[in-house]
């Protein structure tokens, strides 16, 4: 199953407030799976998702998480199956 990764820079003090959009985002979502974690270092909040299409991981990076208020910066890094 296509896998992606999303290593997010977030506003100071806004990480909470993010990693509770994304919540309400994904688990409205169907056919996917996901972990969300926030993390002290480089990044401040880590997201995987496991679909059964590159296109929804996609569909999801750019419409949605990439939208919203106070991520500074993402990286999306897709999972090479080989």
Do not use: C
């Not at 909470?16 to 990044?43: A, C, P, R, T, W």
């Not at 998480?65 to 999972?79: E, G, R, Y």
């Amino acid at each position: 199953m296509p896998t992606a990764y999303f290593l997010l820079n977030v506003a100071l003090n806004h990480e909470v407030e993010v990693i509770e959009k994304i919540k309400k985002i994904l688990k409205n979502e169907k056919s996917i799976d996901y972990e969300l974690q926030g993390v002290f270092g480089i990044y401040d909040v880590i997201v995987k998702i496991t679909s059964d299409s590159d296109d929804n991981i996609r569909r999801l990076a750019l419409d949605k998480i990439k939208q919203i208020n106070n991520i500074q910066s993402a990286i999306t890094m897709m999972v090479n199956d080989n």
